[in-house]
């Protein structure tokens, strides 16, 4: 901002200063400056005040008290996005309204998920209707009514398999045949393996990572082994994924004059001192969430090349070979 913008102050604070404090510390900040609010300031903005607090207690109530306001919207988590969203809702007061949510429990914790929750029967309580796709058993155990959809997929769902409020369903689950009501009410269970893999392929080190919320970590990852990255959501397990390690992985196989120890030591990966132990893979690939293919026309054949074979195969029939068909006339 501009020198001018930046010299007005408020409680010894401009703007850029407090909206680069913590949520939980500008919260305490404003409520600080409304109790010495003199009259003529209280006439003034106490309205504006009162409503800046109040945006914020949401924000610090569904567990973002860490966040600051100005922290940009690319580097939050899918978990802190959905519950930004959320605390927007509930700010909005709207009653007798549907709210339509898909799978609001992605990439949550346990804790977060418990937060999440309570939102959402805030927006209940508040003559509200909630209406969630969801698969994470917790939030279902805490639903009021209960749509099972199934039995199976494609060709084999599209049915309503059970229906009703949720208690009452989990009471009786044999008069239904729910799969989710038969793993809910633990008739079916997935067995926890009772031996793990031990072999030893060697580690990926992530030495000094540094971004967003990781401070100066050191990380080691074993190959060849089923790797699980866990914390609440916001701890930096998706920074440390994507920023971290499959940038600068990405980064070393494609230039191979970062695969010594001369290249990295020109500074040219990017969040991170070092990474060792790359030498143990081949390639990274990232496999996300992100719409499959780069055109509308995409689909399950041209994104995984399946077609490909299947075009030659109706290129080299006879029939096809007669009236001179090629590759081309086979396209999608």
Request: glycine content about 8%.
């Amino acid at each position: 901002l501009r020198p001018e913008a930046l010299s007005v102050r408020i409680g010894g604070k401009n703007i850029a200063e407090a909206a680069h404090l913590p949520i939980r510390q500008a919260m305490e900040f404003f409520k600080n400056y409304h109790a010495g609010m003199t009259k003529r300031q209280l006439t003034i903005a106490e309205n504006v005040v009162k409503q800046i607090i109040n945006r914020l207690e949401f924000l610090d109530k569904v567990g973002l008290d860490y966040l600051s306001l100005d922290r940009e919207a690319e580097t939050l988590s899918g978990g802190e996005a959905q519950r930004i969203r959320l605390s927007s809702q509930i700010g909005s007061h709207l009653s007798r309204t549907l709210y339509v949510l898909d799978e609001p429990t992605i990439g949550l914790h346990e804790r977060d998920t418990d937060r999440l929750i309570d939102t959402l029967k805030a927006l209940r309580d508040k003559n509200n209707t909630v209406l969630i796709v969801e698969h994470d058993e917790r939030t279902i155990l805490e639903s009021d009514y209960l749509v099972d959809m199934g039995p199976l997929a494609g060709v084999h769902g599209g049915e309503v398999v059970a229906a009703g409020n949720t208690l009452d369903l989990l009471d009786n689950p044999k008069k239904n045949e729910s799969l989710t009501l038969d793993y809910l009410s633990g008739q079916r269970q997935i067995a926890i393996p009772k031996e793990r893999r031990h072999q030893n392929h060697g580690v990926i080190k992530v030495v000094g990572a540094n971004a967003n919320n990781l401070k100066n970590i050191n990380v080691e990852i074993p190959v060849g082994r089923l790797v699980g990255v866990t914390g609440v959501s916001g701890s930096g397990k998706s920074t440390l994924l994507y920023d971290i390690l499959y940038r600068n992985i990405s980064k070393i196989k494609n230039n191979p004059g970062l695969k010594s120890e001369a290249g990295r030591k020109q500074r040219q990966l990017e969040f991170v001192s070092d990474i060792k132990g790359t030498e143990y893979i081949n390639k990274v690939v990232v496999i996300d969430q992100s719409p499959i293919g780069r055109t509308p026309r995409s689909n399950p054949a041209t994104y995984t090349g399946i077609f490909t074979p299947i075009r030659d195969f109706f290129a080299q029939l006879p029939e096809a070979k007669e009236r001179g068909y090629s590759l081309s006339r086979f396209s999608f």
